[in-house]
């Protein structure tokens, strides 16, 4: 039996869920909002996936981004995405040495293992591409040569929303990229009067709690997380459900099925399980495929269809346990 078979046990996920309830706590005393967001970040860094934050300026997305890479220990880089980015901005390119007449990589900021990336639908698709293969495969190619990127590696971006004046609607090949899609709202009063006594008077600093090899060590326990087969064909049954839906041109994709799967895992482990539960599969079906439809021209300008289809999704299909041969 290979590594990659071996079920994590309940010894390693007290542990694991200790060090990320860790990282939970230091992050909140940064962030002060509803635990969702923060959640469905914990879900895409267990899951080796990448998140997009949608909101209108000012609701704390890029607090909330630099907290968490802050306390994760890791290297983080900041791109702020503007009309006039170039692709070689992102990725980096080669330099000419005067004195010796040689050419040498200076490395773009996406070399680091989170990368900031604000505002990104403020670039044109250009530039945004320029994160497409880094994303997928960890790795970027500069005129010709591969480079392999750190590992972890996290792409944390924000966009505000589509219809605000500069900004561009990030291509469906770009946005099937990302693991979950976060959308953040205005505060509750409750929590906008915490947050104006927090930063009153100095804004809070937040320190390191976990380092790049204990990211990967919760990575590979989360990888380990027990998932039934039956509960494989109910996240194919929810994904195929979107391909057919009459206001969805474009369904989610195997990817998204891939992505769904690899979610609840992660959610388990937030729970302290070793295995997947089907409530585990719902709980991330909305931020891992909502935002990766693609709407008929009748239904893209209704703000809550994209929703809409994934509840109807998980009301329709229902989860059956298979019968076991004893």
Not at 148 to 154: A, D, K, T
Not at 198 to 207: E, K, L, R, S
Not at 269 to 295: E, I, Q
């Amino acid at each position: 039996m290979t590594a990659a078979n071996v079920v994590a046990t309940t010894n390693e996920i007290a542990p694991a869920k200790e060090r990320i309830e860790e990282l939970r706590r230091e992050v909140a005393r940064a962030y002060i909002g509803t635990s969702r967001s923060l959640d469905a970040m914990l879900v895409a860094l267990l899951a080796k996936g990448h998140v997009l934050l949608e909101g209108v300026p000012g609701v704390a997305k890029t607090t909330l981004v630099k907290a968490f890479a802050t306390a994760l220990g890791c290297s983080a880089r900041r791109i702020q995405f503007t009309p006039d980015l170039l692709p070689a901005d992102i990725t980096g390119t080669y330099v000419l040495s005067p004195k010796d007449g040689t050419f040498t990589l200076r490395a773009g900021p996406v070399f680091a293992n989170v990368v900031l990336a604000d505002e990104i639908n403020r670039a044109p698709a250009k530039t945004q591409s320029a994160l497409l293969e880094a994303m997928q495969e960890g790795q970027v190619t500069i005129e010709g040569d591969r480079f392999e990127l750190p590992r972890p590696f996290l792409v944390l971006a924000t966009q505000n929303p589509i219809d605000l004046e500069g900004t561009y609607p990030l291509p469906e090949a770009q946005i099937d990229r990302f693991l979950v899609r976060v959308a953040m709202g205005y505060p509750q009063p409750r929590e906008e009067s915490q947050m104006v006594r927090t930063y009153g008077v100095d804004a809070p600093t937040v320190h390191s709690v976990l380092n790049p090899e204990d990211v990967s060590a919760l990575q590979a326990t989360c990888a380990r997380i027990h998932v039934e087969d039956d509960l494989f064909d109910y996240a194919v049954g929810i994904t195929g459900f979107t391909r057919t839906h009459p206001r969805v041109a474009l369904g989610a994709s195997p990817r998204a099925t891939l992505g769904l799967v690899q979610a609840s895992k992660a959610y388990a482990l937030l729970n302290g399980r070793a295995f997947v539960t089907p409530d585990d599969v719902r709980a991330v079906a909305p931020n891992v495929l909502a935002h990766r439809l693609v709407l008929t021209a009748d239904a893209e300008h209704e703000p809550k269809m994209r929703q809409h289809v994934i509840d109807e999704a998980l009301s329709k299909v229902g989860y059956r346990r298979g019968v076991r041969a004893v």
